[in-house]
């Protein structure tokens, strides 16, 4: 009892925030329209000076970081070749398919892995969530667009989508810092701390947006199939991945960042790509909602899990 007491209360801010982001959205301070010019600015300022901040302080010399960079590909690369072959023997329509194989894989982990892993292990140990995020997010990317060719029998333009990776203001960022850390650069006070402060927004900001994103009317339509896609994201995607990384000697930031990698709901950026692409972007969205509200559950259940065997 005590165990899940202090796991809630560790999680707690974490809740009050996107509480906050739901109670905005009810009294319609923040609207739907709003989203997607909050999360660009999410993307490009706090989040980019909060990963930057990360990567820049982050002490790499670690034996894990080379095996968290390794894990982290192997591990996203064999459950998504998993899903890819089983998913569309399930599921027959295209659209829908390709749909679910994204979202069984892809996870929020840019706007949730930084918020866990400061809560449960300090801002002192953001490097191991640093690093990972830019490695697995651009091959999130690479995987989401492969997906919808491979299903679809078209051809993966490789060019263009890796000029897109290296616009992406995340890996922009993590280059960024990876330089300013190679070359032991300081900046000046009054440049280094309004960047921290600017990052240190990204957290809280990130958890209110997904609060306010979160809708209920959705989850009617294509029951069986979203429910069914939420299951094996929030609870068989886990499974197949943190048990390995703990029989690998994982532990602190470094599991419980593999854990949020696995285990978050699925992307936001995962409905747009699917509108784009050709999918069904309705279910996308469906999905999305759905482990949104479902993994406040799951993800307190695999924190409690991991805290109780002592692994964070």
Same mark, same amino acid.
């Given at each position: 009892?005590?165990?899940?007491?202090?796991?809630?209360?560790?999680?707690?801010?974490?809740?009050?925030?996107?509480?906050?982001?739901?109670?905005?959205?009810?009294?319609?301070?923040?609207?739907?329209?709003?989203?997607?010019?909050?999360?660009?600015?999410?993307?490009?300022?706090?989040?980019?000076?909060?990963?930057?901040?990360?990567? /820049?302080?982050?002490?790499?010399?670690?034996?894990?970081?080379?095996?968290?960079?390794?894990?982290?590909?192997?591990?996203?690369?064999?459950?998504?070749?998993?899903?890819?072959?089983?998913?569309?023997?399930?599921?027959?329509?295209?659209?829908?398919?390709?749909?679910?194989?994204?979202?069984?894989?892809?996870?929020?982990?840019?706007?949730?892995?930084?918020?866990?892993?400061?809560?449960?292990?300090?801002?002192?140990?953001?490097?191991?969530?640093?690093?990972?995020?830019?490695?697995?997010?651009?091959?999130?990317?690479?995987?989401?667009?492969?997906?919808?060719?491979?299903? /679809?029998?078209?051809?993966?333009?490789?060019?263009?989508?890796?000029?897109?990776?290296?616009?992406?203001?995340?890996?922009?960022?993590?280059?960024?810092?990876?330089?300013?850390?190679?070359?032991?650069?300081?900046?000046?006070?009054?440049?280094?701390?309004?960047?921290?402060?600017?990052?240190?927004?990204?957290?809280?900001?990130?958890?209110?947006?997904?609060?306010?994103?979160?809708?209920?009317?959705?989850?009617? /339509?294509? /029951?069986?199939?979203?429910?069914?896609?939420?299951?094996?994201?929030?609870?068989?995607?886990?499974?197949?991945?943190?048990?390995?990384?703990?029989?690998?000697?994982?532990?602190?930031?470094?599991?419980?960042?593999?854990?949020?990698?696995?285990?978050?709901?699925?992307?936001?950026?995962?409905?747009?790509?699917?509108?784009?692409?050709?999918?069904?972007?309705?279910?996308?969205?469906?999905?999305?909602?759905?482990?949104?509200?479902?993994?406040?559950?799951?993800?307190?259940?695999?924190?409690?899990?991991?805290?109780?065997?002592?692994?964070?």
């Amino acid at each position: 009892m005590e165990l899940f007491i202090n796991t809630f209360f560790a999680l707690c801010p974490l809740y009050f925030y996107l509480i906050t982001g739901v109670v905005l959205r009810r009294m319609k301070i923040l609207k739907a329209e709003d989203l997607p010019w909050l999360n660009a600015l999410l993307f490009r300022s706090f989040l980019f000076f909060s990963l930057f901040n990360n990567v /820049r302080s982050a002490d790499f010399s670690g034996s894990h970081s080379g095996s968290l960079l390794l894990f982290g590909v192997v591990a996203v690369l064999l459950v998504f070749a998993l899903y890819l072959l089983t998913v569309p023997r399930i599921v027959r329509n295209f659209k829908q398919s390709a749909v679910a194989v994204q979202a069984l894989y892809r996870s929020n982990f840019v706007l949730l892995g930084m918020a866990y892993v400061e809560q449960l292990c300090g801002p002192e140990n953001m490097g191991p969530v640093s690093l990972l995020i830019s490695v697995v997010v651009p091959l999130f990317n690479l995987l989401a667009v492969c997906t919808f060719e491979f299903l /679809r029998g078209g051809k993966v333009h490789f060019g263009r989508i890796l000029l897109n990776i290296l616009r992406n203001p995340l890996i922009i960022a993590s280059a960024l810092g990876g330089l300013c850390a190679l070359l032991k650069v300081n900046f000046p006070e009054y440049i280094d701390k309004p960047m921290r402060t600017l990052g240190s927004v990204a957290t809280p900001f990130a958890m209110v947006l997904v609060g306010a994103s979160l809708s209920l009317g959705a989850l009617a /339509r294509n /029951r069986k199939l979203v429910l069914g896609v939420s299951a094996g994201k929030l609870l068989l995607t886990p499974l197949l991945m943190v048990p390995p990384a703990v029989l690998l000697g994982f532990r602190d930031a470094a599991l419980v960042s593999i854990m949020v990698a696995a285990a978050a709901p699925t992307a936001v950026a995962s409905v747009a790509m699917s509108y784009e692409l050709g999918g069904d972007g309705e279910l996308a969205a469906q999905i999305v909602a759905a482990t949104s509200l479902l993994s406040l559950i799951t993800m307190f259940l695999w924190v409690l899990v991991l805290r109780g065997m002592g692994y964070c």
